[in-house]
């Protein structure tokens, strides 16, 4: 199975972000999973990668030809496509991929979540989600989640549609049971 894991690019954070994402790639392609990713180097993208990479797992980067500069685009990728767009890509980025994974990560992380998230809700795609919550970092997105189904902004049956988990083979293991 290619599982899809958007995350920040960002390569100044805890280390704890990045130790934690590269556990869950090594442990991907362990269980023989693949890895469909925006290609980046750095941040959780690259850590996804570097893990899947140590262990010779399959990895496809989708990005933009406009990131194609000198050490943004992670270099070992076993297949790499560019796009002309961000919405291309994370078209690609969903039809390469049977799950989702969201690592930590800013706006643009938020935002493809949030795309992914709508499109389940909306019945467009049937896929495990899951919210990698390394060191609490997705509580306050789990209790917004919340708050907008108090609030009526949302259905309640819209909590369900993805999971928030801290433990890389406990999620694995809820994509590959995913029914």
């Given at each position: 199975?290619?599982?899809?894991?958007?995350?920040?690019?960002?390569a100044?954070?805890?280390?704890?972000?990045y130790?934690?994402t590269?556990?869950?790639?090594?442990?991907?392609?362990?269980?023989?999973?693949?890895?469909?990713?925006?290609g980046?180097?750095?941040?959780?993208?690259?850590a996804?990668?570097?893990?899947?990479?140590?262990?010779?797992?399959?990895?496809?980067?989708?990005?933009?030809?406009?990131?194609?500069?000198?050490?943004?685009?992670?270099?070992?990728?076993?297949?790499?496509?560019?796009?002309?767009?961000?919405?291309e890509r994370?078209?690609?980025?969903?039809?390469?991929?049977?799950?989702?994974?969201?690592?930590?990560?800013?706006?643009?992380?938020y935002?493809?979540?949030?795309?992914?998230?709508?499109?389940k809700?909306?019945?467009?795609?049937?896929?495990?989600?899951?919210?990698?919550?390394?060191?609490?970092y997705?509580?306050?997105m789990?209790?917004?989640?919340?708050?907008?189904?108090?609030?009526?902004?949302?259905?309640?049956s819209?909590?369900?549609?993805?999971?928030?988990?801290?433990?890389?083979?406990?999620?694995?293991?809820?994509?590959?049971?995913?029914?």
């Open positions: 199975m290619n599982i899809c894991i958007y995350g920040a690019s960002s100044q954070l805890e280390q704890i972000y130790d934690k590269e556990e869950l790639g090594k442990i991907m392609a362990k269980r023989g999973h693949g890895l469909v990713f925006g980046g180097a750095t941040g959780m993208m690259g996804a990668a570097r893990g899947v990479d140590a262990e010779g797992g399959y990895i496809l980067g989708i990005a933009p030809r406009f990131f194609d500069k000198p050490g943004v685009l992670y270099q070992n990728c076993s297949e790499f496509i560019f796009t002309d767009t961000m919405r994370k078209k690609l980025l969903e039809e390469r991929s049977d799950a989702t994974i969201v690592a930590p990560g800013g706006i643009g992380t935002e493809e979540f949030f795309e992914i998230l709508t499109l809700s909306l019945q467009r795609l049937d896929r495990p989600i899951v919210l990698y919550n390394i060191n609490g997705y509580d306050g789990e209790v917004l989640l919340r708050h907008t189904a108090d609030e009526k902004f949302m259905d309640s819209n909590l369900k549609l993805c999971e928030f988990m801290d433990d890389p083979e406990e999620i694995l293991s809820y994509i590959e049971n995913y029914r």
